[in-house]
């Protein structure tokens, strides 16, 4: 399944999945908190991830609940920039993350476990 997810659906994924179920209204409060959201942008983008079949609305309180995991999600987008900008080659993905200098002798050794447990 492909998933079409914009920044701002991700935010708001990313308050659902922590509360695994919330209420709209709490959600408002806490994208208010968190990222200075009205409580209209907070639904608008509520009423779209519903649209999309990424989350579920019911009474009372409309209780927010997702339909997607956050794997689901990781996968999708890794997916679609390896194709995007790597032309689907994850060589050419990992070949640009290992020329990245900031990157810790760790963190190239833990990409190295990574490929050797496959």
């Given at each position: ?36 959201w ?46 995007r ?12 993350l ?21």
């Amino acid at each position: 399944m492909e998933i079409k997810i914009f920044d701002s659906e991700i935010k708001i994924m990313e308050l659902i999945w922590e509360h695994k179920e919330i209420s709209a209204k709490d959600l408002s409060l806490i994208a208010n908190e968190k990222l200075g959201w009205n409580k209209n942008t907070t639904y608008t983008v509520l009423k779209k991830l519903e649209t999309k079949g990424y989350i579920k609305r019911s009474d009372p309180n409309y209780i927010c609940t997702p339909l997607i995991s956050r794997n689901e999600v990781q996968s999708s987008e890794t997916k679609s920039l390896v194709k995007r900008l790597f032309g689907g080659s994850k060589k050419a993905l990992f070949s640009a993350l290992l020329e990245d200098e900031t990157l810790t002798q760790k963190d190239i050794d833990e990409l190295r476990e990574l490929i050797e447990k496959r």
